[in-house]
């Protein structure tokens, strides 16, 4: 199924536009070609997908993140809205099993934090949520992403996870071990949309691509950015830390598409 949509895409030319990886299971993509007349909507559930212009008329390419939540088998439905008509496209994802992973953290108020520090908490995740939600008009110049900081990026993302030995919420990014005061790039172009002091996170950054992909830095020691500054790919944001709930100096990358985090390693494509 996998290769079916690759050569249906390779066939096509998207302008340029370096697209991610097709990986049709929870925490992925589904990269997916439609043709409709006129450029159409496409939905999953209440959320906009991405939808990109290729040089053919009549041909559109669907990029749709999966949340890491969404069951394997599980009819994954798309909503295509072209003028007044309306069709369904339904997936049936690939099975993708996570890792569990055991932390052990001395600072209990991190693990089960007080009632003054939920409201806190619940604050910084509507601010977070509304960051994630975005969808702004965007025509990508590529979608092929750049490392945020120099080093290898490890596996964990999607890791099942215990703190203390209590079951949290799935790894919705990646972690990228580094000393203290390491730069740490945008790996696309953007606009810093949201930036402070949380208390899970630390200090964090996140910036709107566009078209409903949104990325997210976390446990900063430095920011070189302000609100509503736009940056170029490649172009330094601040530096690595160790601020907010953390083990150690590293930076957690979260990549946001259509409001489902996925795997940030699936934009490290080629740009030709
Ligand atoms: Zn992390």
């Known amino acids: 199924m996998r290769k079916l949509f690759f050569l249906l895409l390779s066939s096509l030319s998207l302008m340029g536009v370096v697209l991610p990886e097709n990986a049709p299971f929870a925490g992925g993509i589904i990269v997916q070609e439609i043709n409709t007349a006129h450029k159409p909507k496409v939905y999953h559930g209440k959320r906009q997908l991405m939808v ?58 991190k693990v089960n934090p007080t009632k003054l520090d939920m409201k806190r908490i619940n604050s910084e995740k509507k601010r977070s949520h509304t960051a994630l939600a975005l969808f702004t008009p965007q025509k990508f110049e590529t979608l092929s992403m750049v490392k945020p900081v120099d080093v290898n990026i490890s596996d964990d993302f999607g890791k099942r996870r215990y703190f203390n030995n209590k079951p949290r919420r799935p790894h919705s990014g990646v972690d990228m071990p580094a000393p203290v005061g390491t730069p740490i790039v945008a790996p696309l172009g953007g606009k810093i949309v949201e930036m402070g002091e949380f208390f899970f996170n630390g200090n964090v950054i996140f910036i709107d691509h566009g078209l409903g992909l949104v990325s997210m830095y976390c446990h900063m020691s430095k920011f070189d950015v302000k609100k509503g ?29 259509n409001g489902a985090m996925v795997d940030p390693r699936l934009f490290f494509v080629k740009q030709k």
């Open 52 to 109: 990109l212009d290729t040089e053919k008329k009549g041909h559109y390419v669907v990029v749709a993140g999966i949340g890491l939540s969404q069951k394997a088998k599980a009819p994954y439905k798309l909503r295509i809205v072209e003028a007044k008509k309306e069709q369904f496209h339904t997936f049936y994802l690939e099975d993708k099993v996570y890792k569990k992973q055991y932390i052990t953290l001395k600072n209990k108020r």
């Open 229 to 257: 500054q736009m940056v170029k790919r490649g172009q330094k944001i601040g530096e690595v830390g160790q601020t907010g709930r953390v083990t150690g100096p590293h930076v957690h990358w979260g990549v946001s598409l």
